[in-house]
């Protein structure tokens, strides 16, 4: 072999090395994923519209003057609720619509037929957001897409048979903002979401699913939820993001937070996360913030959509804004929430809120 043919060969052997060292640059575990800085987009946007809307969106209810814990107060949670027996969302319940009445029963009702796509879009880029996060899955499992792995259980077969997600990801990127999506890791009634099945949930179900709406929508956010059952080993979150970071096709502008494991908040992940205050762990959270962190909100007491909120339970827009300017100075960014109602209507006084 001549000199200048083994040259070659060695200047092709280092090209392809550079190439696999660049297309593995992180590797399946937490020591190497946490080296990855948070974009710099979302560090500078400061202030983002988060939306729950499901099929929860129906009922709308959530006590609030009857109790004093934050989480009892979440309309979204309604579903869980009735599961476990609690009574004023059980009694609740058999008055409005009969103890026969089950939840998959609101599906037909979740309509959407006033929902603008446009319209929410623009209303959220005059209030000053500069991202949207939406629910693409609660914890009840209900798609607002068409999910191969949901196959009848969303939106597009059910209720407003409307891939809501593709068109307000549309809408949101025509304003200039960029689109996220939230995605529950857990659902509360799936026949494989349990200990002794949960290795096939997590293969069969949860991985395909977010890479599905990876491939399919390239959110540039994914705000994980519903982590706190298992451990990141057990859900395999490290090799979801290792495959997010490496392959997906948003790789490079892609922002996750932190809630990928029960022992994972405030400690691994992208951005850490704070919801009505509410921490894990304080550290790198507040004044002397050593790490991109979030707080998220509602205008009232909940985020899903709580008919039974009057005006004295949400924020005044000064209220608001006061908030953005101490989480932005303690280094954080505000994520906050709008609950439409069944209709796809944003209830006036959010929009005014905004």
């Not at 990876?214 to 994980?224: C, H, L, Q």
Request: proline share 5%; hydrophobic share 35%.
């Amino acid at each position: 072999m001549s000199v200048k043919l083994k040259k070659k060969g060695i200047s092709l052997l280092f090209v392809l090395l550079s190439f696999a060292s660049l297309s593995a640059q992180y590797q399946p575990h937490w020591d190497s994923l946490d080296k990855r800085e948070v974009p710099q987009w979302w560090q500078d946007a400061k202030f983002g519209i988060f939306i729950h809307w499901g099929l929860y969106s129906v009922p709308a209810y959530a006590p609030v003057n009857e109790v004093d814990g934050i989480y009892e107060k979440y309309a979204e949670h309604y579903y869980n609720r009735l599961l476990t027996g609690n009574k004023f969302f059980q009694d609740f319940h058999a008055k409005q619509y009969g103890e026969h009445f089950k939840y998959a029963d609101f599906a037909p009702l979740f309509k959407a037929e006033y929902f603008n796509s446009d319209e929410w879009a623009e209303l959220f880029r005059e209030a000053g957001a500069k991202y949207v996060v939406l629910t693409s899955k609660h914890h009840d499992g209900f798609c607002l897409w068409p999910s191969t792995q949901s196959p009848h259980w969303n939106s597009v077969v059910m209720g407003p048979h409307t891939d809501l997600i593709g068109k307000l990801s549309t809408s949101v990127r025509n304003t200039g903002l960029r689109f996220g999506l939230y995605y529950s890791l857990l659902e509360w009634a799936h026949p494989l979401y349990s200990q002794p099945t949960i290795e096939k949930w997590v293969d069969r179900h949860m991985i395909p699913q977010m890479k599905e709406l990876v491939n399919n929508y390239k959110p540039e956010i994914i705000f994980s939820d519903g982590e706190w059952d298992y451990d990141s080993k057990t859900l395999k979150s490290e090799e979801f993001l290792a495959w997010l970071y490496n392959e997906s096709p948003v790789k490079n502008s892609v922002v996750v937070n932190d809630r990928w494991g029960k022992e994972t908040r405030s400690k691994h992940g992208g951005y850490y996360t704070t919801e009505y205050d509410l921490v894990h762990s304080q550290q790198g959270i507040g004044d002397n913030a050593d790490h991109p962190w979030e707080e998220s909100r509602g205008i009232g007491t909940s985020y899903g959509y709580n008919r039974f909120e009057t005006t004295e339970h949400y924020l005044s827009s000064k209220q608001l804004i006061d908030i953005l300017i101490d989480k932005v100075a303690n280094g954080g960014n505000f994520l906050l929430n709008i609950g439409p109602d069944a209709t796809g209507m944003i209830p006036v006084v959010m929009q005014e809120r905004l």
